[in-house]
């Protein structure tokens, strides 16, 4: 039975519906593993571990009512990383420059009430409450890789719709080339915003079209549970063929424009942080290569496995052909 719920858009399914957040997980490890053949042990500690995944985190979706994702590209088969690695080991600056830093300090992020402001060269700017912006379409689970530029990556099943779907709504102007996001810079609850390590509020962009194809995802919750504040509650956006910086988290305005904006990262270091920032195993950082990344969740140190990192992050097949006849190495 599903019960509609008015608090937050989502359809509530009874408890017993709902499917543990690392149930599909393990399911997923379990055909990996029934392919090795070492399938044995881990039918042995299934049960008792959807047992205890039944017992934590109550900020639990429901069924999404747009389901599982008909974008290419929308679903990777490798092993998902385990939930506790994808909320523990943030880039938050907000909440501070550690990596354990945004789980421990984030909860003071208030989410409720949330407005995003979408203007600039639109026909219909609006202010959205966060409520009415998660109704705006049918929610999808999307299970993207994650590469951050640092050299580690994650593969995490994010929740929500193409941004292409409010683009449309606003309908940009013909002179609309970027949209530019906005992220919160609120002294009172972010500790990290008293250091100087950037120029707040967070901000990122992204090209038109690059906004418009399909995998970029205005995101709302991960694991099938609403986004924890770690992660960029209540609201950001997941660009999988680009370093991760550019999803930016918690955003409080959409803004279209005609001028490439002025990003965070770019602003701190430009000759290191270029304004595509295309996942690009081909083209290092001026301060390490970034041919490899380690996977979180493989375990650290000398016998971490190291994974090619691939070009656009494995997404070459839906996005570069945005980028056809462009100098990579120069536009990186
Ligand atoms: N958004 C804001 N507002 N502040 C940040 O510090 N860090 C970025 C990006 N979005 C960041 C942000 C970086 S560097 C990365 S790698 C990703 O968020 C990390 O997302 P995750 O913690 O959900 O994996």
Partial sequence: MLIKSHDNGFIHPVSSEITPISAYQNRRELLRLMAT????????TWASREAFAQTVRPNKLGALPGGKSA???????????????????????????????????AHTLKT?????????????????????????????ERIYRMRCVEGWSMVIPWVGYSM?????????????KYVEFITLADKATMPGINSRVLDWPYVEALRLDEAMNPLTLLTFGMYGEVLPN????????VVPWKYGFKSAKSIVRIRFTDREPKTAWNKSAANEYGFYSNVNPNVDHPRWSQATERRIG?????????????????YEAQVGQMYAGMDLKKNF
Wanted: glycine letters at 10%; hydrophobic letters at 40%; proline letters at 5%.
């Fill in 37 to 44: 053949g070492v399938a044995g042990a881990a039918l042995a």
């Fill in 71 to 105: 974008v290419a590209g929308a679903a990777t088969m490798e092993k998902v990383t385990d939930y506790k690695d994808a909320s523990t080991y943030n880039n938050y600056y907000e909440f501070g420059t550690d990596k354990s830093d945004p789980a421990e300090n």
């Fill in 112 to 140: 409720k009430p949330w407005v995003v402001e979408v203007d600039g060269l639109v026909k219909k700017p609006a202010k959205y409450q966060i409520e009415d912006l998660i109704k705006l379409s049918a929610q999808e």
């Fill in 164 to 176: 292409a779907k409010l683009i449309e709504k606003v309908e940009p102007l013909g002179n609309a």
């Fill in 230 to 237: 770690q992660n960029g509650a209540p609201v950001r956006l």
């Fill in 298 to 314: 493989d375990g650290a140190g000398l016998f971490a496995k190291k994974h090619k990192t691939l070009m656009f992050n494995g």
